[in-house]
């Protein structure tokens, strides 16, 4: 992730939606892919103010009325779309009656929008049913229905709503987006790492296999990841449950998680993966020499291990978790392989 400057000089960042420096208003200008400061027009509606761009501009639906986004849609020929690029993929938002949605609502938008900036970095596909995108990516974050407990209540039906993936459809649980409600989830699952950017790089996994790997390379993914029909995926659920990951799985696997089946690797692999490219990336903006998340996957895990000792130890110093726990394995380095060739392919 790179960083920005405003008109006053000052860094910007990819979610602030104020210069915290000259208090000018900026966002996400499509015209020239930055955040930019923006100029409030008499007419209504914006101008970037980067010097080379000067895009008229409308603020995202979701930013204007909810403050849960922070880019901005162009006008062109007097009009523009309602939502941005990011936003006009959701499906279902939380219910925003409910105390405490709106914020939650605002963490998911902005691990997405990171999401979609490692997506376009490494130009893979992706387009929404309107765009005639097959699959189209849609997402959903919905509330569980507990109306006794009075904090998860349900925006859609009355059942449990499970994160996942299904179609290009994918399903996040608002209550991810709850801190001290995911860390008990991590701590109860035993994970080294649960954040919602995990989440939205696991799930997209589950996209690209459907659209990279399904009917067009699943004999290499079978060789690499093993056989999705031989157990079924509900029987490898039910025995991930009842018996959990195998002794040793560390040496295969990036996650336990990763052993119940093998499109649960691949997720966890790509997630991986997308880790490695946005963290490599952020560490060259940062100004780290000769590391690019652009390189041979070589080169790119010998850069993460040199930025991933480093951030591990500074970490450590404020008590904090390990930014890189896994260690790459000979078969965990075949199956980023995998992945580092379908990106390529589908990026060329
Ligand atoms: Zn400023
Ligand atoms: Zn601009
Ligand atoms: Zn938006
Ligand atoms: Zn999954």
């Given at each position: 992730m790179k960083t920005y400057e405003c008109v006053c000089g000052a860094r910007l960042f990819f979610?602030?939606?104020?210069?915290?420096?000259?208090?000018h208003e900026v966002g996400w200008c499509p015209g020239c892919a930055r955040i930019s400061a923006l100029e409030s027009l008499a007419e209504g509606g914006y101008r970037c103010l980067h010097e080379d761009c000067g895009a008229a501009l409308l603020k995202c639906g979701n930013y204007a009325d909810h403050d849960v986004c922070n880019r901005l849609v162009a006008i062109v020929d007097g009009r523009a779309e309602a939502l941005c690029d990011c936003c006009r993929y959701n499906d279902v938002v939380p219910d925003l009656s409910i105390e405490g949605h709106r914020e939650r609502w605002a963490a998911l938008e902005a691990a997405k929008r990171r999401l979609f900036y490692t997506l376009d970095l490494l130009a893979l596909p992706h387009g929404t049913a309107d765009e005639g995108f097959d699959p189209p990516l849609s997402f959903s974050f919905m509330a569980d229905a507990l109306p006794d407990a009075?904090?998860?209540?349900?925006?859609?039906?009355?059942e449990r709503v499970y994160t996942g993936h299904a179609g290009g459809h994918i399903t996040i649980n608002v209550k991810e987006a709850d801190d001290v409600e995911r860390e008990r989830l991590r701590v109860d699952m035993n994970e080294s790492h649960r954040t919602l950017i995990g989440h939205f790089r696991h799930e997209i996994g589950h996209y690209y296999w459907d659209l990279?790997?399904?009917?067009?390379d699943e004999d290499a993914f079978r060789e690499i990841f093993g056989d999705p029909a031989a157990p079924s995926y509900g029987e490898a659920l039910e025995r991930y449950y009842e018996a959990g990951p195998p002794a040793g799985w560390p040496a295969d696997f990036v996650s336990a998680y990763a052993a119940m089946h093998p499109w649960e690797d691949f997720a966890e692999t790509f997630a991986f993966y997308l880790d490695i490219v946005a963290v490599l990336d952020t560490a060259h903006h940062l100004g780290f020499s000769g590391i690019d998340h652009d390189a041979s996957l070589p080169r790119m895990l010998s850069a993460f291990q040199q930025v991933g000792l480093a951030a591990n130890e500074l970490n450590r110093e404020m008590g904090l978790t390990d930014l890189v726990p896994e260690v790459v394995t000979p078969t965990i380095r075949d199956k980023l392989a995998h992945v580092h060739r379908l990106v390529h392919q589908a990026s060329g």
């Open positions: 979610d602030n939606t104020h210069c915290l420096a000259c208090g009075g904090l998860w209540r349900s925006t859609a039906g009355s990279l790997v399904k009917g067009r």
